[in-house]
């Protein structure tokens, strides 16, 4: 095939889209793999809970461990846990019971979740 300087820039433009779409997904996958941005609970007195997924990814859980079984996945949409079901068990408390994760209980682990001001 003889390359003219039309095909040339065809070329050129068609790899340049490929680069260009390539590089939207490698970016999707990636947000995907690290998993959405932080969020905030309210917290009560005790002080604002932030969630942080990628630190939790680091950590070792995997997206499964916690979705579906223990938290939906759904955009927007916040459980409200209670301490009290957290020291049963429950929502954060799956993890954190001072075994798999620090506890809920301890005074000194809750400024570890609790960020005052
Ligand atoms: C340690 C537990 C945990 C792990 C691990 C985890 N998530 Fe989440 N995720 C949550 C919690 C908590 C919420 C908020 C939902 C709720 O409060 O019920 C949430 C919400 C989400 C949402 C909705 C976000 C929004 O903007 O509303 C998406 C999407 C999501 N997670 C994706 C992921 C992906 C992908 C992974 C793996 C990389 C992952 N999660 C791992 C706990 C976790
Ligand atoms: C693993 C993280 C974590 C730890 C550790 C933790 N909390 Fe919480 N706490 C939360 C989350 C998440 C909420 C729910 C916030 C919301 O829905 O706005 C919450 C809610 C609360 C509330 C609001 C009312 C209620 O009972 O749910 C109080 C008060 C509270 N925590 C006190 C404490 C105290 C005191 C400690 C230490 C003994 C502690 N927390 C340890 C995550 C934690
Ligand atoms: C699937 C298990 C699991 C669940 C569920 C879970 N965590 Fe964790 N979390 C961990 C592990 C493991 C660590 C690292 C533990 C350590 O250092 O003791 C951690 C660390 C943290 C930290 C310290 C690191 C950071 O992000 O700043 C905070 C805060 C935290 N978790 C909050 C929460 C809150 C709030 C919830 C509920 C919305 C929750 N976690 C649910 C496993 C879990």
Same mark, same amino acid.
């Given at each position: 095939?003889?390359? /003219?300087?039309?095909? /040339?820039?065809?070329?050129?433009?068609?790899?340049?889209?490929?680069?260009?779409?390539?590089?939207?997904?490698?970016?999707?996958?990636?947000?995907?793999?690290?998993?959405?941005?932080?969020?905030?609970?309210? !917290?009560?007195?005790?002080?604002?809970?932030?969630?942080?997924?990628?630190?939790?990814?680091?950590?070792?859980?995997?997206? /499964?461990?916690?979705?579906?079984?223990?938290?939906?996945?759904?955009?927007?949409?916040?459980?409200?846990?209670?301490?009290?079901?957290?020291?049963?068990?429950?929502?954060?408390?799956?993890?954190?019971?001072?075994?798999?994760?620090? !506890?809920?209980?301890?005074?000194?682990?809750?400024?570890?979740?609790?960020?005052?001001?």
């Amino acid at each position: 095939m003889r390359l /003219t300087w039309r095909s /040339t820039l065809a070329l050129a433009v068609v790899v340049g889209l490929i680069a260009f779409l390539g590089a939207i997904v490698v970016q999707k996958a990636w947000a995907q793999a690290k998993g959405p941005a932080d969020f905030e609970f309210a !917290g009560g007195a005790e002080g604002k809970v932030v969630f942080n997924h990628e630190k939790h990814s680091a950590k070792s859980p995997k997206c /499964t461990d916690c979705h579906v079984k223990v938290f939906k996945m759904t955009k927007g949409q916040r459980s409200a846990p209670k301490m009290a079901d957290m020291e049963k068990g429950q929502s954060c408390g799956a993890c954190h019971d001072g075994k798999a994760a620090f !506890g809920v209980k301890e005074k000194a682990d809750c400024a570890k979740c609790h960020k005052k001001g």
